[in-house]
């Protein structure tokens, strides 16, 4: 219709100019072909209508798919961020936990050492009156019925990880032992234990209590 509309139009400004003999004929044929032509471009133009309108579309889905694309990463770093830090909360409780239990264990051990110190001093008290009642020839069935409390204080003792030092004969070791006295002798080699004046014990391998000891000094 464009082009039939400026078709008409030109020819017909042509009319009033013209010479009528310099008229231009077509014919029929060339005249359809010239429609066929119009339709041609009229078709090629709503295509490229189309084509730039589903660009326009294209182009806006893109931005938006690049929208999509900026929030996913951040959403994704956030989500690092976010399992980084829970991670370390994590590994901080569970720092915390065995700091805990290890404080627990620690204050359990020392209570229980206080404990078995003073067992310790009651059981020395009754081996001390055991020893008593052995000088005095007190009547069998009291010594008898003492030395069964004496044993079962021992076993209470030992269950509980207690166990005594057997360290004469041994070498005088600060860490364990107290050295009390001091007497020459030139037999053994110096800093040997002679006598065990007060016993020490162990609690499972630790030491418990220390053992006051005499050692040996050798004279020039």
Do not use: W
Not at 58 to 76: C, G, P, T, V
Not at 152 to 179: A, Q, R, T, W
């Amino acid at each position: 219709m464009v082009f039939e509309n400026f078709y008409d139009s030109f020819f017909n400004e042509r009319k009033a100019l013209e010479d009528p003999r310099d008229k231009v004929t077509i014919s029929k044929a060339e005249y359809n072909k010239l429609l066929e032509i119009k339709k041609i471009y009229e078709s090629l133009a709503k295509k490229l209508d189309r084509a730039q309108t589903e660009k326009t579309e294209l182009h806006e889905q893109l931005e938006d798919l690049k929208e999509d694309a900026r929030q996913l990463k951040d959403l994704e770093e956030k989500t690092e961020k976010y399992l980084n830090s829970l991670v370390r909360t994590r590994a901080d409780f569970e720092n915390y936990k065995k700091s805990v239990l290890r404080d627990k264990e620690n204050y359990n051990a020392m209570i229980k050492e206080k404990i078995m110190k003073k067992l310790i001093d009651h059981y020395e008290d009754l081996l001390r009156a055991q020893q008593v009642l052995e000088i005095n020839q007190t009547d069998e069935s009291v010594k008898n019925g003492f030395q069964m409390i004496v044993q079962n204080f021992k076993k209470i003792l030992k269950e509980e990880g207690v166990n005594p030092m057997n360290c004469e004969g041994e070498k005088f070791d600060p860490y364990k032992h107290e050295s009390v006295m001091v007497e020459e002798n030139n037999d053994l080699p110096e800093n040997t234990i002679l006598e065990v004046i007060d016993k020490g014990y162990y609690l499972n391998n630790n030491v418990l209590k220390p053992a006051r000891v005499k050692v040996s000094k050798i004279t020039n």
